[in-house]
């Protein structure tokens, strides 16, 4: 069969996508802005559904295609279908959210397919100039949205700031794309490793790239110290946006990272564990601490994903098969969880219409929402790591992954950031269990929303062991064919 042809079929999940996101594109404007959004975000919501299809057909096997360009393996099937399932997530819990604020414009789902298009490359990107074009392709998107609500100042001032922050990134991660070019005579991940595996003594050149690039994927996953963008982001931005950067982004962008150190960098891993063991302690300590103080729940949440990715990175630091097993076991756990927490937060309004955005509006939650109130301290036990809940399993994962690794300070450092912050996801339980009800808060998200809540809050119960199996099962298919190679 021609190469050609061959490679096009390989990428035929981005193929949907991209001619899904110029369908739409299309049809958005014929229909004109009123009518447009509901329809055409069930249209996108059903092509990300046969590009979900579309990835599960792709071969067990490792296929390199375009030349070397572009990678499908099990480690970039099992992070498809996370991030294909969280900007479906992402596109649906948004309606009642814009039709209420009146901002329901076609682009949404447009952007939101663009940026899964980009965030597929990214997790199939097997050179460094695919890496980069997936990677902006996704932050440009992402800029856009962040300012999706360009009437309101804190809405624009988060997108520019994520913009100008954003460029910062990208051009520190391009300095160090060229610093390895430069040294390693090589963009892809492949040729990289031999020269690499080849020295007997390590470049300079190439180490300083590596850290330029480390730092350019640390800002995407807000990984102290890149982290500072996160906050204020996920304030300003409207807060379907919010909810979507806090999963399929970090979710690609973690894939990314790990198949740049393991797959290209492997042969220097002994450097590169220096690096992630301090963003991982770094990460975790800053977000455990700094959310304590915090009165915004999209800041809290916004802090919580900070520890997450610290978390996370635990996994990474071992740099074994097991590491990158519990840290993908980790993602897909997480991402349910965080969607879950700005799903609830999404649900409520005040009496005036205005998003629930404080702490102190959940006051005695349970007295008048109970069902939201109990999915929302399933989320929040669950992201705090308490058994049996599903959230206390990836948490056990990385942290013994990383003692078989022999890395038990790390592990013991994780355990105390995550006792301190457990303190802030219970004293949210605290408010809407034990508080006075205070700012009265009414539940009008839709139905679907409402069943997507249910199904979050299950699996995020002990009933979502009964799925452990499977999902672990996945991970490590995943994980053994980045290691493979």
Known sequence: MNPTFVSILTAGPELVLTTGSLLTLMLGTFLGQDKALRPLTYVAVGILGIAGWAVLQAPAAT????DGLYITDSFSTFLKVLILAAAAASMLLALPYLDDSRTGRFEYPVLLMLATLGMCMMVSAND????YVGLELQSLAAYVLAAFHRGESRSSEA????????????????????????????????????????????SLGVLLGL??????????????????????????????????????????????????????????AIDWQQIVVFLSIASMLLGAVGAIGQTNVKRLLAYSSIANIGFALVGLAAASPQGVEALLFYVAIYLAMTLGSFLVILQLRRANGAQVELMSDLSGLSKVRP??????????????GIPPLLGFWPK?????????????????LGFVASVVAAYYYLRLVKIMYFDEPGVPVVSDGG?????????????????????MTPIVAAAGRAAASLFLR
């Open 63 to 66: 296929v390199i295609a375009f």
């Open 128 to 131: 460094l100039l695919s890496l």
């Open 159 to 202: 997108g520019l700031k994520y913009f100008v922050l954003g460029a910062l990134a990208s051009g520190i991660l391009l300095y160090g794309i060229t610093l390895v070019y430069g040294f390693a005579g090589a963009t892809g991940f492949d040729a990289i490793h031999q020269v690499l595996a080849g020295q007997g003594e390590r």
């Open 211 to 268: 850290v330029f690039i480390l730092s350019g994927l640390a800002f995407k996953i807000s990984a102290v110290p890149f982290h500072m963008w996160t906050p204020d982001v996920y304030e300003g931005a409207p807060t379907p946006v919010a909810a979507f950067f806090s999963a399929a982004p970090k979710a690609a962008a973690i894939g990314l990272m790990v198949r740049v150190l393991v797959g290209a960098f492997g042969p220097m």
């Open 371 to 384: 069902g939201l109130a109990a999915a929302l301290a399933i989320f929040m036990f669950s992201l705090a």
């Open 396 to 412: 056990f994962a990385v942290f013994q992954a990383a003692i078989a690794a022999g890395m038990v300070p790390l592990a013991l």
């Open 447 to 467: 139905r679907i929303n409402g069943a997507m809540i249910a199904a979050a809050a299950v699996f995020c119960s002990p009933l979502g062991m009964l799925t």
